[in-house]
């Protein structure tokens, strides 16, 4: 899965997505940890940096599209 780039993900879910779907709605889906990246600062010492697969970046932003509106009538409601 870690080998999968954005240009192969269509791809990949045209293959693979009846499992994903399957672990996702079983609740059995667990992330892939993410890639830990060292960026140097220019002042000295790194700052961390997770990247997380294509996958799981895909996945959490469709949870994004679905969730954010619910929260924004939500916080609409409370804000005023």
Same mark, same amino acid.
């Given at each position: 899965m870690d080998s999968v780039t #954005?240009? !192969?993900l269509?791809? =990949?879910l045209k293959t693979h997505w009846e499992a #994903? %779907? *399957?672990e996702l709605l079983a609740g059995t =889906? /667990?992330?892939t940890p993410v890639k830990r990246v060292a960026?140097? %600062?220019p002042g000295g010492g790194v700052r961390l940096l997770g990247?997380? *697969?294509v996958? !799981? /970046?895909f996945l959490q932003q469709? +949870? +994004?599209q679905v969730m954010n509106p619910i929260f924004l009538i939500f916080i609409q409601t409370y804000d005023a």
């Open positions: #954005v240009a !192969d269509q791809a =990949y #994903v %779907k *399957t =889906y /667990r992330p960026i140097p %600062k990247i997380p *697969t996958m !799981d /970046r469709a +949870l +994004l």
